[in-house]
């Protein structure tokens, strides 16, 4: 770290503990916030340290729809984002109107839905899920009829095919996966024929079958800790490269594609992180009404998982 950032740093830690707050940080986060945060981790694992911690504010560093699962988690929390402007566009691709809409299409369906959703969503939901445990939480409800899962369509393709059940699905992606192509995988693979490949659950179809490990965030993180090979190709956000070597520092990480950034994930910076904490800003709060009906779809997953 540079002069300036340990200033930066120091400053951040001693705030946090003036203001009873603790730092989470997703996996995709610029390394600058994740080298400030007190807990890193996928979106499942995010939710469970919310809903866990002591601390009365909560500065969430990733997109809208975490921090408002935080906050659906710990009402009583202060949940503060450095840059409330940092959305998920594939949260964004589905309204409560358009699953209220699909809902009425499919009378009798059990509805599921990514945790990449808008609260509003969540709360026309029956169940919640993450990429850590879709298939599970799908699995759970092999005596349901019909299934909606909703809204990534890639997710819902890897779901079904993971547990021979037919999905109703919608129409959304994730724009920072799709831009991982099959070429960049088989491009790769003949640069190092000995690497691992693991790729995330929002990747394409044709790119999710070339990989030989199908995994959220975490998991990745876990699997090149665990697995004897030494060298992995990585086909998710660039911003978990970052975790991977520093796990690992034996182990070499290739990024399947330069272009998987998510733009939203880039957003908050330490300054912006001092300024929330310093300003008590921008609060994410959900209304009660909203906020008692998506918790009954999270707590379901949590009971499942
Ligand atoms: P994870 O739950 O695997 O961290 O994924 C979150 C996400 O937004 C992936 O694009
Ligand atoms: Fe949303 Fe994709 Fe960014 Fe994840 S990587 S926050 S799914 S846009």
Request: charged letters at 30%.
């Amino acid at each position: 770290m540079i002069k300036e950032d340990k200033l930066l740093a120091a400053k951040i830690k001693e705030l946090k503990k003036k203001r009873n707050a603790v730092i989470l940080a997703h996996n995709y986060q610029l390394p600058e916030v994740q080298d400030i945060a007190d807990f890193r981790g996928d979106s499942l694992e995010l939710s469970r340290a919310a809903a866990k911690t002591s601390a009365e504010v909560i500065v969430f560093c990733g997109v809208y729809f975490m921090a408002e699962t935080a906050s659906i988690l710990s009402p009583e929390k202060m949940v503060i984002m450095p840059d409330v402007s940092a959305g998920c566009p594939m949260a964004n691709m589905m309204s409560a109107e358009e699953l209220r809409k699909l809902k009425k299409e499919h009378p009798g369906a059990v509805t599921v839905g990514y945790v990449n959703t808008s609260a509003a969503v969540k709360a026309e939901l029956d169940y919640c899920c993450t990429s850590t445990n879709a298939v599970t939480v799908v699995n759970f409800l092999k005596n349901e009829k019909e299934i909606i899962f909703v809204p990534d369509k890639y997710l819902a393709d890897y779901v079904s095919k993971k547990t021979g059940r037919k999905l109703i699905s919608w129409h959304g992606f994730c724009p920072t996966h799709v831009k991982i192509l099959p070429e960049d995988l088989k491009r790769e693979k003949k640069f190092h024929p000995l690497a691992k490949v693991m790729v995330h659950p929002e990747c394409l179809p044709q790119v999710v079958a070339l990989a030989d490990a199908v995994l959220s965030t975490s998991q990745m993180a876990k699997f090149a800790r665990e697995d004897p090979a030494k060298e992995f190709i990585v086909g998710t956000e660039a911003g978990l490269i970052y975790r991977l070597k520093q796990d690992n520092p034996g182990k070499e990480f290739y990024l399947a594609s330069e272009r998987a950034v998510c733009p939203n994930m880039k957003r908050t910076t330490q300054e912006k992180v001092l300024w929330a904490l310093e300003e008590l800003k921008e609060e994410v709060k959900v209304s009660r009404e909203i906020r008692q009906k998506a918790l009954l779809a999270i707590e379901r997953m949590l009971k499942i998982v």
